[in-house]
């Protein structure tokens, strides 16, 4: 069975769709990540056009980030202070993220600009994830991880505008946070990704929130990113497949569930080692891709 | 048959009456619905004045569509990566061009009829210049390269197209034109020509026009990203929300 879509303007078999979105969805509830990071290259990979994949990858995550947000908000652990900076951090850096992309669009370099980040990001983060877990899996049991001591970072309290963090006990200048956000939402607009795999870290070790906060805020954050870079994406370029998107929400809802109830059956290191694993791979193949000859020697587009 | 056909006139001389060839729709406005793999259109024609159409004379169809501009790009290798180059650019080239004969088309007509009635995409004038400067590139073997790679492009995602298949004689004087669409196909004003030919002498042809439009809920989609980006941007975000709020619900504990 063939399924037009309508944005990406190609022919696609559905069910390899959803299969595809239960996938990625199953590793991502497995290991707890948002598998934009995944999906993008995944949707690459199959044939759908790179801007296209960012653009409808972006609206994907705003609907598998619902439910995590709704259960965090339950239990309070949102800082929302905090998350009012990452989000207009993260606004200012989706407008400058997709004005890059428009341009590079314009010249037909859009789609080196997105495997070549989706190369430097993967192999940055699948290679410290591999070392990591190899150190860990490693040392001896009885050796107990030192605690993580949270002290209060001085220098962001010497910035201007210095402030109370309540949620996060912190008291910090916002600056860092709207910089942060800023970041991310340019790599959310040139990668269709959440940018959780950025955020938790920095939030953890660069800001120093307490752990309890940080994926809530994180999701927070992400589902306010993403949702403004597709409305950006819509506007600016048109690249945003609602089709697309929820055939692989589809598979993807069904596959976390399943991915939940496996990554119980598995250690945290084990875990983190397959996925390091998995992320070298799809980073090996967007630069493999890159590196052989295209196809066809030339691009032909349609210019409107 | 063929042959001896074209002696019988030798002897006995032209017809009385002139070979005519018509085309004719019973609605010049097609919707195309381009849901799955593309779309099918068959267009009717007639051939008067002439005995036993399907053994004595030959159809040649052009289908053109709407002008379009293209931006052609060569990939270089540069360093370890393939990248591409500055874009030429065609101004104006048919967004579609098919053409149907009812056998090869050398055989059908010669080489500057073939030119003059653009039987080919090959007889195309496409006019290919450098986007910055918009003059013609810095030599004629750099056009032709450009021109070529847009004209196999154009073959493989079955835009431009050459057949001798889908020309079918019916009963008597009608004929049918068998028309497949590509799902890409562009929408808007397009050209039907029919030639008949008779032993490489053109003896009429007709053309008309007819006006291509997708219809189905892809093309209402399309339309709607395209018209409102801004609301379309909004009801996906809308629907994203929605659509994780109920699988929110749906696998609630």
């Known amino acids: 069975m063939q399924l037009y879509l309508p944005i990406a303007e190609i022919p696609v078999d559905p069910f390899v769709v959803i299969i595809m979105g239960a996938a990625v969805g199953f590793l991502s509830g497995m290991f707890g990540v948002g598998g934009g990071f995944l999906m993008t290259p995944l949707l690459i990979f199959y044939g759908i056009p790179p801007a296209v994949a960012v653009g409808t990858e972006a609206s994907q995550i705003v609907a598998s980030s619902v439910s995590g947000v709704l259960a965090h908000l339950k239990r309070k652990t949102v800082d929302f202070q905090m998350g009012g900076f990452l989000v207009a951090g993260g606004a200012m850096g989706a407008v400058v993220g997709i004005m890059i992309f428009r341009a590079l669009r314009e010249t037909g370099k859009v789609e080196l600009l997105i495997s070549g980040s989706y190369v430097v990001f993967l192999g940055i983060i699948g290679s410290l994830m591999m070392l990591e877990s190899v150190r860990t899996l490693l040392r001896s049991p009885d050796q107990k991880r030192k605690r993580r001591k949270r002290r209060s970072p001085a220098w962001m309290a010497s910035l201007p505008f210095a402030m109370r963090f309540r949620a996060s006990g912190l008291y910090i200048s916002p600056i860092p946070p709207i910089l942060l956000g800023f970041g991310v939402g340019v790599l959310a607009a040139i990668m269709g990704v959440g940018g959780g795999f950025i955020m938790v870290p920095a939030m953890l070790y660069i800001l120093n929130m307490p752990t309890n906060v940080v994926v809530g805020t994180s999701l927070f954050q992400i589902i306010f990113v993403t949702a403004i870079t597709t409305v950006l994406h819509a506007a600016a370029n048109q690249t945003v497949d609602i089709v697309l998107a929820l055939l692989l929400l589809t598979g993807g809802v069904i596959g976390a569930q399943l991915g939940v109830r496996a990554g119980v059956k598995l250690k945290a290191e084990q875990l983190r080692a397959l996925l390091a694993l998995i992320v070298l791979a799809v980073c090996a193949r967007l630069l493999i891709g890159l590196a052989l000859p295209p196809a066809s020697p030339f691009v032909v587009e349609m210019a409107s | ?253």
């Not at chain 2, 008779?198 to 892809?218: F, I, M, S, Y």
């Open chain 2, 1 to 253: 048959m063929r042959a001896l056909i074209a002696f019988m006139f030798l002897v006995i001389g032209a017809p009385l009456h002139a070979a005519e060839i018509d085309i004719a729709f019973t609605d010049d406005r097609v919707e195309v619905d381009t849901g799955f793999s593309g779309a099918r259109l068959t267009l009717f024609g007639a051939v008067t004045g002439v005995d036993n159409p399907a053994e004595s004379v030959d159809i040649v169809s052009v289908i053109r569509g709407p002008a379009a501009r293209f931006e052609i790009r060569k990939m270089e290798k540069s360093n370890l990566i393939w990248t591409p180059g500055k874009a030429r650019v065609i101004n104006s080239a048919p967004a579609l061009y098919h053409t149907y004969a009812t056998r090869n088309i050398n055989d059908i007509a010669p080489l500057p009829l073939q030119s003059d009635f653009r039987l080919d995409a090959d007889f195309l004038n496409i006019a290919v210049s450098d986007s910055a400067t918009a003059a013609a590139p810095e030599n004629a073997k750099t056009a032709e390269l450009y021109r070529n790679a847009f004209l196999t492009e154009a073959h493989e995602t079955g835009l431009y197209r050459a057949r001798t298949t889908g020309i079918e004689f019916k009963k008597g004087a009608l004929f049918t034109i068998t028309v497949d669409l590509p799902a890409n196909t562009p929408v808007g004003e397009y050209g039907v020509s029919v030639f008949l030919f008779r032993d490489g002498v053109l003896l009429d042809a007709d053309q008309t026009t007819l006006a291509v439009n997708k219809v189905g809920a892809e093309r209402r989609i399309y339309e709607f990203a395209h018209n409102r980006p801004v609301s379309y941007g909004l009801v996906c975000v809308a629907i994203a929300l929605l659509a994780g709020w109920l699988a929110a619900l749906a696998f609630r504990k």
